[in-house]
C-alpha cells in the first residue's frame, strides 16, 4: 500500500484475491479495477499511459481474424475468446465475488478492460517468506509493466531476496554470457547499462508469433521460435546430408541473409548425420538428390499459393492508413510467415 495514497485496502478485496477458484488474471482484474476507481496514482496511470484498449487477437472480430489468412491460428484466437468469455460469466456467479460486496466496489463495465490489463502486463515472480519456503506470485507493475518484449532479453524481474519488493534489474555480464539453451546470447554491446539503451524482458522465450500475436497483440517479424510448415521440410528428413545443409546455412548467415539461414536451419535439425567414422549412403554424400530439392521447392510454392495474397501484395499496403490495430497485427502475422517462406526458397536454392 506504500505510496497508494490510499488508508487500507479493504479485507473482503484481500479474501477474493487470495481465497477465489478463479484464473490469476481475473482476480488481478478485479484488483485493477478498484485501483483504477479508488487510487488517485492508478486513475493517472489509466488516464495517462494505459492503452484504453488492447490489440490482443483474442478480443479480434471475425473480419480481423480474416487478415490472417490463417485457419488454425484464427481458430486459436476464436477458442480463447470463447474461454475468457466464459470465465468472465463465472466470475459474475462467483460468491466472494458477490456476497463478500466485491461486485459493488468496482465499476463491472470496466472489467473487460482490466482483463486485458492483467493478462498482458502481469509478470509473475516467486515470493520467498521466512519458515514457510517459496510461493508463487504475479504482479502488474506501474512502469516495469512498460517493459518490451525480445526473445532473448537483457534484464531480469521479480520478487527481491527479501521479499520486500519488486525488481526490474539489468541482467550481470556474468548471466549475460550465459547462453540461454537453443538461444543465441544477448548482444556484447548489451552486456552491461548505459545511459539511452532499451531494457527488454521476454514474455515468454519459446512463444512464436502465434502466441505473441493472440496473447499480446503484436509480431515479432524475426521470431526465432517460429517453423517453416512441416510440409516444405519433410521431403528432405533424413534424406538430405547434415554437412550440406549446414554448408548452406554457414554460407548464408556469412552473405548476411540470417533468416535464410534461420530457415535452412529448420531442414538442419531432421538431416541425416552420422557417428564420425561411420559410413552412411546419405550422409557422406557431397550434394543433395536434386529430386529431393525439388519436392521441398514444390512443397513450399504450394504453401505460398494458399494464401490469398502474396508478399509483394502485402508489403505494399499501407498498414498505418488502416483504423484497426488488430487487423494491423494480423497482417504483420502473414507477413512474417511469407517472408519465412520466401527465406526457405532462398536456402533451398543454395543446395
Keep these: 500500500m506504500n505510496g497508494l495514497g490510499i488508508p487500507s485496502i479493504p479485507e473482503n478485496l484481500i479474501k477474493f484475491a487470495t481465497e477465489c477458484p478463479m484464473p490469476k488474471d481475473m482476480r488481478i482484474a478485479v484488483i485493477v479495477a478498484w485501483l483504477t476507481k479508488n487510487c488517485e496514482e492508478w486513475k493517472t496511470y489509466k488516464r495517462e499511459t494505459l492503452p484504453k484498449t488492447y490489440d490482443s487477437l483474442y478480443l479480434a472480430n471475425e473480419k480481423e481474424l480474416e487478415e490472417l489468412q490463417d485457419v488454425s491460428v484464427m481458430n486459436m484466437a476464436k477458442g480463447s475468446a470463447k474461454m475468457y468469455e466464459a470465465q468472465m460469466e463465472q466470475l459474475l456467479k462467483e460468491p466472494l465475488f458477490n456476497s ?42 506501474p512502469g516495469a509493466d512498460l ?26 555480464s556474468e548471466l549475460a554470457e550465459e547462453e540461454e539453451e537453443g538461444l543465441p546470447p544477448v548482444p556484447e554491446e548489451e552486456r552491461k547499462p548505459k545511459e539511452g539503451l532499451e531494457m527488454f524482458i521476454s514474455y515468454g522465450v519459446r512463444h512464436p508469433n502465434a502466441l505473441l500475436a493472440l496473447h499480446y497483440g503484436f509480431v515479432d517479424d524475426t521470431n526465432p521460435n517460429d517453423r517453416i510448415p512441416m510440409e516444405c521440410v519433410v521431403p528432405g528428413m533424413r534424406k538430405v546430408p547434415f554437412k550440406v545443409v ?60 494458399q494464401f490469398p495474397t502474396t508478399l509483394e501484395d502485402d508489403e505494399k499496403i499501407e498498414t498505418g492508413a488502416i483504423k484497426s490495430s488488430r487487423m494491423q497485427v494480423a497482417i504483420s502475422y502473414r507477413i512474417a510467415q511469407k517472408r519465412h517462406l520466401h527465406a526457405y526458397q532462398r536456402f533451398l536454392d543454395t543446395l
Design 100 to 141: 463478500e460486496g466485491v461486485k459493488d466496489m468496482i465499476e463491472v463495465e470496466d472489467l473487460q478492460w482490466a482483463r486485458s490489463v492483467a493478462h498482458t502486463r502481469a509478470m509473475s515472480g516467486k515470493l520467498i517468506v521466512d519458515g514457510e519456503g517459496s510461493f508463487p506470485c504475479a504482479f502488474v507493475v
Design 147 to 172: 517493459t518490451n518484449h525480445r526473445t532473448v532479453p537483457n534484464s531480469n524481474y521479480g520478487v527481491s531476496e527479501d521479499g520486500l519488493r519488486y525488481e526490474l534489474k539489468w541482467r550481470s
Design 246 to 305: 549446414m554448408k548452406a546455412v554457414v554460407a548464408l548467415k556469412e552473405n548476411g541473409d540470417d533468416r535464410a539461414a534461420w530457415a535452412g536451419s529448420q531442414l538442419l535439425a531432421v538431416s541425416m548425420r552420422s557417428p564420425e567414422g561411420v559410413p552412411n549412403e546419405i550422409a557422406d554424400q557431397e550434394k543433395v538428390d536434386p529430386e529431393i530439392v525439388e519436392q521441398m521447392k514444390k512443397a513450399t510454392v504450394a504453401a505460398l499459393s
